[in-house]
């Protein structure tokens, strides 16, 4: 289905990732914000503010990221496409209701403009170490779905996709962004409304008198009813049978678990969206994602120029991670260089899905910068030549 | 018992039950029930569209009320029903949105969600069953459990004060407490 227009700026904009991102959401039809202010992610809270009342939506501040992160869970099951955004410490506090979402199956988009940890750590620098975080943060087992854009104009992008992939797979979707992107001002393109395509909510097309708010369909998704018009129906965060009633039982656990990570899971290849350059034949390839993956750029080319066979891999999709692509890939190359804001994160995954048909090298950095595009270099340099 | 007598000593509000949950989890004696009989028979007699009532409810005894309505129903997290609520009823300002939960989920960990619901008043109702205590989890200290009182985790007595719940609401905005 096509967007309503009324909240696209369709033109060419001088912009940074932040508003860029709330402009993305605004296109995709997004009419409910609920946020806490936070370092870096405020401007999209603001940008918000300014911007839905004007297109008919709501924006509050809620008193903190645990009521904003319900409250836009509520807005959901309200009809409304909703989202969050926050930061640091803020995302620690939205891991409860993270949990909610993934259980409820609840489409809503929250976006983390990353900063430097632990704790309160680099209110204003960068970071990339929220990626086990945003896969594993809320207790329980679950599968969730995570990318991560490198630009401005990828913050709007990606912030639509976000929203498709929450109503197709009524999953909290993340946009893993970071306070370099968020911050950084470039041109960002939004199109006409009539090109932006937009995934319609699953609702329910049976009477009130059959239907079953948890019984899936062929792709593992159940649809939704809507609220206020005489469905009845009942949803919790307990473990529940396709009626939605609580059940506490391993019979009703496992099944429910099971679905829960099969729909992401068996739908990956349609999710993972990856960039590759000079992957075919390379004898190193690198592999980064956001604002890592652009210092990337100058490295790899000096190394190329130095005759080295250096692949690029771009990971947008953080999560369902990319690993059937990487396990091939591990075949037919020496080494990988994981590039990443952190002391080894995404680095793992890589390692898990090589499986030991080549070597993995992490180049790390602690946050509050982004590499040296020649630690980089050195890295390449030094898998190359093992 | 025959049919007729079943229907006899049906319950008189079961059109708002949903039965086929029934038997309930609540104890006997427990208040709950009636709180949830007096909701129940308020609805009617106001004639509301049913429909369009939506329950939500945290966690704990009272935290179940949402599961056993026939009504849009949603068993949230702990604490967190009414900010829940607060985005459900801005999304359908048509809705009339109920929050149903106990002492301990309202005004300990979700305390601070409370007092800034009562000061935005954005319409919404709060139903809180106080049995001044933790009672689903055996008998825990809530912040409405009464000086001297015992309780498992308050063994010696408790020696906190507790909260006075209309007090609190009408001092934080609250337009109408009841008790």
Redesign the interface.
């Known amino acids: 289905m096509k967007t309503n227009p009324s909240g696209v700026l369709t033109g060419s904009h001088y912009i940074d990732g932040d508003h860029a991102c709330a402009e993305g959401a605004l296109a995709a039809g997004c009419r409910?914000f609920?946020g806490y202010p936070i370092t870096p992610s405020t401007e999209i809270a603001e940008r918000f503010a300014e911007r839905i009342p004007l297109v008919g939506g709501?924006f509050?501040q809620?008193?903190?990221e645990?009521?904003?992160m319900?409250?836009?869970?509520?807005?959901?099951?309200?009809?409304?496409k909703?989202m969050t955004c926050t930061s640091g410490p803020g995302f620690s506090l939205m891991m409860?209701?993270i949990?909610?979402a993934v259980m409820?199956e609840t489409p809503v988009v929250v976006v983390n403009v990353q900063r430097g940890g632990p704790s309160t750590g680099l209110p204003t620098l960068t970071g990339q170490a929220d990626l086990m975080q945003v896969r594993f943060g809320s207790h329980g087992d679950y599968e969730i779905i995570a990318l991560c854009p490198q630009s401005p104009q990828e913050c709007f992008d990606y912030t639509i996709d976000c929203f498709n992939l929450a109503e197709k797979y009524r999953v909290p979707v993340f946009l893993m962004m970071d306070e370099c992107v968020g911050h950084m001002t470039e041109k960002v393109i939004i199109p006409p409304a009539d090109a932006i395509e937009l995934e319609p909510r699953r609702y329910t097309t049976l009477p009130p008198e059959e239907y079953l708010p948890y019984r899936p369909e062929a792709d593992l998704v159940p649809a939704l009813a809507p609220?206020?018009?005489?469905?009845?129906?009942?949803?919790?965060?307990?473990t529940h049978d396709e009626?939605g009633?609580?059940v506490m039982s391993e019979h009703c656990q496992g099944p429910l678990v099971r679905r829960l990570m099969d729909k992401i899971a068996l739908n990956a290849d349609k999710i993972i969206r990856l960039e590759e350059e000079l992957t075919e034949g390379a004898d190193v390839i690198v592999v980064s994602f956001g604002i890592s993956a652009r210092v990337c750029v100058p490295a790899i080319r000096q190394a190329r120029q130095d005759g080295l066979k250096v692949g690029f891999l771009r990971l947008i999709t953080l999560w369902p991670f990319a690993e059937k692509r990487v396990r091939e890939l591990a075949r037919n190359t020496k080494a990988f260089v994981v590039v990443e804001i952190n002391y080894g994160q995404m680095v793992r995954e890589v390692e898990r899905a090589a499986r030991g048909q080549a070597e993995v090298y992490l180049c790390g950095h602690g946050g509050g910068g982004v590499h040296d595009p020649r630690q980089i270099y050195q890295t390449i340099k030094e898998a190359a030549a093992k | 018992m025959t049919d007729a007598l079943a229907t006899e000593h049906a319950h008189p509000m079961t059109r708002l039950l949903?039965m086929?949950?029934m038997p309930h989890i609540w104890c006997p004696s427990c208040g709950i029930g009636s709180a949830v009989s007096a909701f129940a028979a308020a609805l009617e007699k106001a004639e509301k569209d049913?429909?369009?009532v939506?329950i939500?409810s945290g966690i704990g005894c009272s935290g179940r009320v949402?599961?056993y309505l026939?009504?849009?129903?949603?068993?949230?997290?702990h604490?967190?029903a009414i900010?829940?609520?607060?985005?459900?009823?801005?999304?359908?300002p048509?809705?009339e949105v109920v929050v149903f939960s106990g002492d301990g989920d309202l005004f300990s960990i979700g305390g601070?969600?409370f007092i800034?619901a009562a000061r935005r008043n954005i319409d919404i109702l709060v139903i809180c069953v106080n049995n001044f205590n933790y009672a689903m989890t055996g008998g825990q200290v809530a912040p409405t459990t009464p000086c001297l009182a015992n309780a498992s985790t308050m063994p010696h007595g408790n020696f906190e004060h507790p909260f006075n719940l209309p007090f609190l609401a009408a001092s934080c905005g609250s337009s109408y407490v009841a008790r």
């Open positions: 409910f609920g709501v509050i809620m008193e903190d645990m009521a904003s319900i409250a836009i869970i509520g807005a959901s099951w309200g009809g409304m909703a409860e209701n949990g909610l409820m609220v206020g018009k005489g469905y009845k129906f009942h949803t919790t965060g307990l009626r009633y609580p | 949903r086929d949950r049913l429909n369009k939506s939500v949402a599961g026939k009504l849009d129903s949603f068993h949230t997290t604490g967190r900010p829940f609520a607060t985005g459900l009823k801005l999304a359908r048509d809705l601070n969600h800034h």
